[in-house]
Nanobody
Framework: QVELVESGGGLVQAGGSLKLSCAAS????????MGWFRQAPGKEREFVAA????????EYANSVKGRFTISRDNAKSTVYLQMNSLKPEDTAVYSC????????????????????WGQGTQVTVSS
C-alpha cells in the first residue's frame, strides 16, 4: 500500500513553467513504476509521462515530449514533473500514480496498470 500526495500546481501564463511533486508514503517507493496522468474538463484521463524504478527509462506522451521531464528521487520517495513551455491545452488536473507491475516491465503508459493514485493537483495555463 502506498499513499501519493501531489503538490506544485497553480496558475501560470503560456510559455511559463511549473514543477509538480508527488510524495509517496512507505518504504518501498523504489519498487514502483511511477507515472503522471492528466484529465481536462470533459475529456478522458490521458498519459503524460512515466519513469522506471531505476530512473533509466522514461516515456512521454507526444504532446509533451521535449517540454516536460519526469524524474524521481528514491531516497526522498518523490517523483517530479518539470513542465516547461506550457500551453493552454496543458490545463488539467495532474495526478501521479504507482504500480508494482512485474519486474520484467520497465515502464507502462496504460492507466489500467496503475494501482495507486494521488488526489491530483490543478494546473491552469492562461493564454
Amino acid at each position: 500500500q502506498v499513499e501519493l500526495v501531489e503538490s506544485g500546481g497553480g496558475l501560470v501564463q503560456a510559455g511559463g513553467s511549473l514543477k509538480l511533486s508527488c510524495a509517496a508514503s512507505g518504504r518501498t517507493f523504489s519498487t514502483y513504476i511511477m507515472g503522471w496522468f492528466r484529465q481536462a474538463p470533459g475529456k478522458e484521463r490521458e498519459f503524460v509521462a512515466a519513469i522506471s524504478r531505476n530512473r533509466l527509462r522514461t516515456e512521454y506522451a507526444n504532446s509533451v515530449k521535449g517540454r516536460f521531464t519526469i524524474s524521481r528521487d528514491n531516497a526522498k520517495s518523490t517523483v517530479y514533473l518539470q513542465m516547461n513551455s506550457l500551453k493552454p491545452e496543458d490545463t488539467a488536473v495532474y495526478s501521479c500514480a504507482a504500480t508494482m507491475k512485474s519486474l520484467s516491465v520497465e515502464v507502462t503508459t496504460n492507466s489500467r496498470d496503475y494501482d495507486y493514485w494521488g488526489q491530483g493537483t490543478q494546473v491552469t495555463v492562461s493564454s
